[in-house]
């Protein structure tokens, strides 16, 4: 069985060497790097052979890719790269990676065509002034082979080894059994579903009440079915830290099956949770963990992947141990490990590592996405951008005089948008034309400049920069998928200060590819219902299939009321504070206990918390506050004991609404004082007009407030039964809960009962 690889990747194993250097120096997008692919090979002439397929093998090695072009009459083959400014500035390691690929693949096509000798040529296109650098070797085909087969030998140890990782792995998959002596009610069936679902390569939405072990239950199936369909790698995919720490408990139940578990698994975190150096630069002139590190990667990689259980902590000892940056070895892992664990936007984010190695690599992987009813709110914020004014009025003062002009013409421009602004809040039919070219003006200007002087830059010119590149590069896939608003923020005598956003409402363009290339994909969540809402916001294939996992819970072990002849809508808030008051206090009186009472805002929260202490000042309370830290959530969780009595206010869809375990005594019971819908104001009016246009008339609506609202609910409610020994009560405090479609959003094993003050 041969191992194959891609030239791009083969050289980048055997032909990277000294510093990291990320110094920020801007590189054309990819946009301008395929255009200026295509002004070169329109360059050419007809017979010019462009993104020409080529393989070939070294003993077991397959290797294979795309030449950027080849011309038969020359006999010249060209790899072409685009870059920006002063060429001398491409660092001496990217050129020597440049001619390892052209190298690569100079003998590839001698092979392929009988070639005796070639004219290799590494062009540097300049995306700004359009110019061509041309650097031009002549090699016979004998050289090229040699260095072929250089390239191959230093690779095949490691082809080899990973190979025989590869069949280990398979065959401890395949025996691999579940670590508990049964599966819990509603488990094996979502295992069932999520195995199918990868064996017949679907897309999954799986709803599952929390308790069941969704986790677990999923991450078995999934790894049970990667050796029958060659799956490369599985991508679990979380949208908080608590998710990402129960993936890697499940999976750490697994390896305990077998001494030295052949199943590489990886935690992956954020750059700023894994720099050790926050206060230094990311090149080798400044950081001393970016000093030779391509030439420390190789033992360090070779050391870490014996290890096989790469969790944040064990990656950060192993890149210590050989002095290279923590956050860039565990990007390199992310190659090689059989299941990473990390946040969405490893894969759903406009410039994704983990999407962009699946495409590189050509593999076939299976997704994982955890709390999967996030994902519409975190995939509208990875395509929104914002340009915030004030910002851009702090670079005007402080701009490099060769900024000034283009800087000028935004500011002018901007002015104009303020000036036909009718009202603090307003959104246009079209994002304004004029401006964005301006604004590509000013990036393109700002670009030269960070081009030609890479260091000591203001942190505002650079936040500006990225700001405006973002907003640039979403306006030309600017669709009903988004809107474009004006926000006013502040008003001075002679100036009115405005955020301009461009504001994704519907990610579902930018995801359906994420979908599509992956093998399979199952999303899981206590609230996936109903699933028309996800297909249709996510981009998930038409065949996409949903189910609804039995629940574990018996209607005996949670009652919920319903109280009837109550309005929480905001024209009845005063009115609502005592009567809830009053019926938290009976409660707590009959059966006293931890309790938590979820509220639509702040306001709502504190009105009710004054009231309640002034009415029964001997009740315990806690409250969730705007600005708390992590350590101060953890504090407010940490008061619920199973010795401990008490309400805990909180606001409904935060901190404490999801994500929280209190079993037990630790939480018997909630109040839920909200329907949980989104304000009602002109964004999200807007956002209900565009959903009627894309999804219908009766969609609207819901999409836009009854789903996300009633979501929130469940899951606040679902903090309080979570195991089949708990035993709490529920109060849905509003009389729109007794309507017949909010109570078909509820889960299925609910027994609702109406309740009266």
């Known amino acids: 069985m041969s191992y194959r690889v891609a030239v791009r990747a083969l050289c980048e194993f055997t032909a990277k060497q000294g510093d990291l250097d990320l110094r920020f120096t801007p590189s054309p997008t990819a946009q301008e790097g395929m255009a200026g692919h295509q002004t070169v090979v329109g360059r050419r002439g007809e017979h010019y052979l462009a993104e020409l397929p080529l393989s070939g093998s070294y003993k077991t090695l397959l290797v294979s890719g795309r030449a950027d072009g080849y011309d038969p009459e020359a006999n010249r083959l060209e790899e072409i790269k685009t870059h920006r400014g002063d060429i001398s500035r491409i660092p001496a390691n990217h050129r020597l990676l440049h001619w390892a690929q052209l190298k690569v693949y100079g003998w590839l096509l001698c092979q392929q065509f009988n070639l005796q000798k070639v004219e290799l040529a590494v062009v540097y296109f300049d995306v700004m002034s359009h110019a061509e650098h041309a650097f031009v070797e002549e090699h016979s085909a004998d050289q090229l082979q040699v260095f072929f087969a250089q390239q191959c030998q230093h690779f095949l140890s490691w082809a080899l080894q990973e190979h025989a990782h590869r069949e280990r792995r398979d065959r401890y998959l395949e025996t691999l059994s579940f670590p508990y002596p049964t599966f819990r009610h509603g488990q094996r069936q979502l295992a069932e579903a999520v195995y199918r679902g990868a064996r017949d390569g679907h897309t999954l939405l799986a709803q599952a009440t929390t308790g069941i072990g969704k986790t677990l239950g999923t991450l078995f199936p999934q790894l049970k079915a990667m050796p029958g369909q060659q799956l490369d790698r599985l991508f679990f995919l979380t949208a908080k830290t608590p998710g990402r720490r129960l993936a890697l408990d499940a999976l750490h139940s697994l390896r305990e099956q077998a001494q030295d578990a052949p199943l590489r698994v990886l935690e992956h975190v954020a750059r700023d949770k894994a720099c050790e150096h926050p206060d230094k630069s990311c090149h080798g002139e400044s950081c001393p963990l970016a000093k030779g590190f391509y030439d420390r990667l190789p033992a360090a990689r070779l050391a870490a992947l014996e290890q096989s259980w790469l969790t944040h902590e064990q990656v950060r000892r192993i890149a210590l141990q050989h002095q290279v940056c923590p956050y860039y070895l565990s990007q390199e892992l992310c190659r090689w490990a059989d299941v990473v664990v990390c946040d969405y936007n490893y894969y759903f984010d406009m410039n994704a590592l983990l999407y962009g190695l699946t495409l590189l690599n050509e593999w076939r992987i299976a997704v994982l996405v955890d709390e999967a009813h996030n994902l519409v709110d975190r995939a509208r914020g990875m395509y929104t951008a914002e340009l915030d ?16 002009s283009a800087l000028q013409r935004v500011s002018r421009h901007w002015e104009q948008l303020n000036r036909v602004q009718e009202g603090d809040y307003q959104i246009y039919p079209l994002v304004p034309e004029l401006f964005v070219a301006t604004l590509q003006k000013a990036v393109s200007a700002i670009t030269d400049h960070l081009s030609e002087q890479p260091n000591g830059n203001d942190r505002v010119l650079l936040q500006f920069y990225l700001d405006a590149m973002l907003f ?5 896939a600017y669709d009903p998928h988004s809107l474009f608003d004006i926000t006013r923020q502040t008003e001075q005598a002679l100036s009115i200060d405005t955020t301009l956003c461009l504001r994704n409402v519907v990610p579902a363009p930018f995801l359906a590819s994420r979908f599509s290339d992956a093998h399979t994909t199952t999303l899981f969540s206590a609230t996936l219902r109903p699933d028309n809402y996800y297909r249709d916001l996510l981009g998930l294939p038409h065949e996409a299939q949903w ?25 009845h808030r005063e009115s609502s504070l005592a009567p809830i008051c009053r019926l938290m206090a009976e409660q707590y009186q009959h059966e006293p206990g931890n309790y938590l009472a979820f509220f639509s805002s702040y306001a709502y929260l504190e009105q009710v918390r004054e009231l309640f202490r002034t009415l029964h000042p001997n009740t315990p309370t806690s409250v969730q506050t705007r600005s708390m830290n992590e350590g101060e959530r953890q504090s407010f969780l940490d008061s619920f004991t199973l010795h401990s009595e008490g309400i805990g206010f909180a606001v409904l869809g935060g901190a404490f609404g999801e994500g929280i375990d209190l079993p037990g005594k630790r939480l018997i019971g909630a109040f839920i004082a909200t329907l949980g819908l989104p304000q009602i104001n002109e964004v999200n009016e807007e956002v209900k007009a565009r959903m009627q246009k894309m999804f219908g008339k009766e969609n609207g609506y819901d999409y836009a407030y009854l789903y996300p609202g009633i979501q929130k609910v469940v899951q606040a409610a679902g903090r309080v039964i979570r195991t089949t020994d708990d035993q709490g009560v529920v109060y849905l405090l509003d009389d729109r809960f007794g309507q017949s479609k909010v109570k078909d959003l509820l889960p299925a094993w609910w027994k609702v009962e109406p309740y009266r003050l």
Request: some cysteine; proline content about 4%.
């Open 389 to 404: 004014q004030g910002l851009f009025h702090q670079l005007c003062q402080r701009a490099p005089a060769g900024l000034r």
């Open 472 to 476: 640039c590069r979403l306006s030309e």
């Open 547 to 571: 189910i609804d996992v039995a629940s574990p819970f018996a209607a005996e072990q949670l009652s919920v009321r319903v109280v009837r002849n109550l309005s929480t809508r905001y024209q």
